[in-house]
């Protein structure tokens, strides 16, 4: 038997989480090459902010489209055989990118479509994966888990665009994919071997529509959620574009190469650890309110600044502060919706915190692109900075004045 993780890795004394954990951890990794990669094929492929831009739109627009639909998928179908059907998509869709870019026939318009592609499955995966986590553990250590998961993507976020942009400039931007691909492997080891199913709770008698609309309901019914989602979209909206503002930074403001971009990339996601941790030691998901809203103060404030800085040794440690901040933030919310929810709504309540994290992202990302491409990505970073500013103060005024 295993000797018992400490207290801040004890989701992990639990065999199924541990294994979906590590392989989540290997897959992850990847998943950021490939991020770094796209991104910076694309800015190969055509040297446009705009098109850079349209890349994150069309492959988050799926989310933003169905991913009410797939919160009641979620619901009624085994998660774990899902889980395992998105895993190898994913997985042959970095493939075919890897050897179309391998044998020198890629285009801009294939990155198009299998980006698009990309966030179908995605649309699927995304609150699936994140109702299974609940699944996996006690009850008492949903907090911990949800941390562990923040603590692992963003360990990712560290880990993959370092290697990534190591590799890209010793062995160009397939490598990236490639190696995504691979990383598919344990993940999906993993899912074979898990006991837990994730079975839907009961029988159900009720149409898809029906349990959409029971999902939706249930949520703007309750205060703290529509609090907690109404946080989360004006960070995520404002924020969570760094797959677009880092790469734009990295070479028309800063001058830097593949490995540069990495390391920028690296800063955001050693921030998102840090904070990730703090929340994944504590024993309750209820975070004081203030700390929440002063995590998205300072994360969009953190945007302002960044449009100012013109030297990589400045944006590092700002990177780092605004990776700290949103991440407190998002995890928080995350954590707190999991605990609330009912088991049988809760693959329901996920597909909108799917939809307001990765669906606002298409709105976001063209329009950083946009604004980057007609006055350039400093002003983005104010815009979306001061758009940040303004909403959370909208959205404090409304929690301080409509007290229930």
Not at 62 to 73: C, D, N, R
Not at 189 to 204: D, F, H, K, T
Request: proline content about 4%.
């Amino acid at each position: 038997r295993l000797v018992p993780f400490p207290q801040g890795l004890r989701a992990l004394n639990h065999p199924d989480y541990r294994r979906f954990y590590i392989g989540q951890v290997v897959s992850q990794v990847g998943s950021w090459m490939q991020s770094v990669g796209q991104a910076w094929l694309v800015l190969q492929l055509t040297g446009s902010p705009l098109k850079l831009g349209l890349i994150g739109t069309l492959q988050f627009t799926p989310v933003l489209l169905f991913s009410v639909f797939t919160g009641a998928l979620a619901d009624r179908l085994p998660k774990r055989r899902v889980l395992l059907a998105t895993q190898i998509g994913i997985a042959s869709l970095a493939l075919t990118l890897g050897l179309l870019v391998r044998f020198g026939h890629v285009e801009y318009w294939h990155v198009c479509v299998l980006a698009t592609i990309l966030g179908c499955v995605n649309t699927l995966d995304m609150p699936t994966r994140q109702s299974f986590v609940a699944e996996l553990v006690s009850k008492e250590d949903i907090v911990n888990a949800v941390a562990l998961n923040s603590a692992a993507f963003n360990t990712a976020r560290i880990v993959g665009p370092v290697a990534a942009g190591l590799l890209i400039a010793r062995f160009g931007v397939a490598i990236a994919f490639l190696l995504n691909a691979l990383s598919f492997a344990l993940v999906i080891a993993a899912l074979i071997r898990m006991r837990n199913e994730g079975r839907p709770q009961a029988p159900r008698g009720t149409t898809m529509l029906a349990d959409v609309g029971e999902g939706l309901r249930y949520a703007f019914q309750v205060r703290s959620i529509r609090l907690l989602l109404l946080l989360l979209f004006v960070v995520s909206i404002t924020v969570f574009n760094f797959s677009v503002y880092v790469p734009l930074l990295a070479r028309t403001v800063l001058h830097v190469d593949a490995a540069g971009f990495g390391f920028l990339m690296a800063a955001v996601g050693v921030g998102a650890v840090t904070g990730a941790l703090t929340l994944g030691n504590l024993r309750r998901a209820q975070l004081a309110l203030p700390t929440v809203f002063a995590s998205g103060f300072v994360a969009c404030g953190g945007l302002v600044v960044m449009s100012t800085v013109t030297r990589f040794a400045v944006a590092m440690p700002m990177l780092f502060v605004i990776g700290v901040s949103s991440i407190m933030l998002v995890a928080s919310c995350n954590t707190a919706l999991q605990l609330t929810a009912p088991d049988n709504l809760r693959g329901r309540v996920m597909s909108l915190y799917t939809l307001i994290f990765g669906g606002s992202f298409p709105i976001g990302s063209f329009l950083v692109g946009w604004i980057s491409e007609r006055r350039g990505v400093s002003t983005a970073y104010l815009a979306a900075g001061m758009c940040g500013l303004a909403g959370l103060a909208i959205i404090t005024v409304w929690w301080r004045s409509d007290p229930e």
